[in-house]
């Protein structure tokens, strides 16, 4: 009885976490921010009055240092989905790889950056049990599509391709070519199935966690 106090009580206490961590993160970055953003108001300001704005010298405009910073960022963008820009950005990248250090911290925060915005869940079509990587051990999956041209020759007429992703990021993980009656379908929906990897499991839609109970025997 006392174990299973204990169980629930560390079950919710990690799915508070989960849920609290990524909303204190949040206002934390966008504190920071806003917080340095804004500090260069002063500086946006400056040249203003250099261009002729009627405003008093020393003048500080609220919010300033963010609206311009998003108008760069925005330009960045507009000038980097064109040949010209992706020219200049490869010129930059260039440069980058020439200086070791830099190159290091560079690579790091692009690859990050990508891991967040690479799981592209319209991708997935269902959301499976499979056993993996061995027999008698069972792992959360998703179908990605029928098994096509060489791979399809190699392996069955009726294979599908399946994901098997890793815990807690699920952008990296396992392609693997199975029978459709090797699967078990889950009636998560693809964002359940994210939450339940990320969250190691904590996060479990009530009639997935049945099914995957019963697969384990």
Known sequence: MIKKVQRRFRTVFLTGFLVTLPIALTFFILNFLFSNLDALSPIFT?????????LPE???????????????????????????GKKLLHLWETIVEKIPFVRRVYKGTKQV????????TKSFTK??????????LHAIAFVT???????????????INIFVPTTPNPTSGFIIFVDPSEVIELDMTIEEGIKYVVSGGLVTP?????LIEEANG
């Open 145 to 159: 599509g029928k098994t096509r041209g060489e791979l399809k020759n190699l392996t069955s007429e009726n294979h």
């Open 46 to 54: 400056h040249w203003l009055i250099l261009a002729g704005a009627p």
């Open 58 to 84: 020393g003048y500080r405009i609220p919010f300033l240092g963010v609206i311009m910073t998003f108008v760069i960022v925005f330009f960045i963008g507009a000038l980097t989905t064109n040949i010209f």
């Open 113 to 120: 950056v990508s891991s967040f915005t690479s799981v592209d």
């Open 206 to 210: 009530e009639d997935a966690h049945k």
């Open 127 to 136: 959301v499976v049990i499979i056993e993996f990587p061995r027999k008698g």
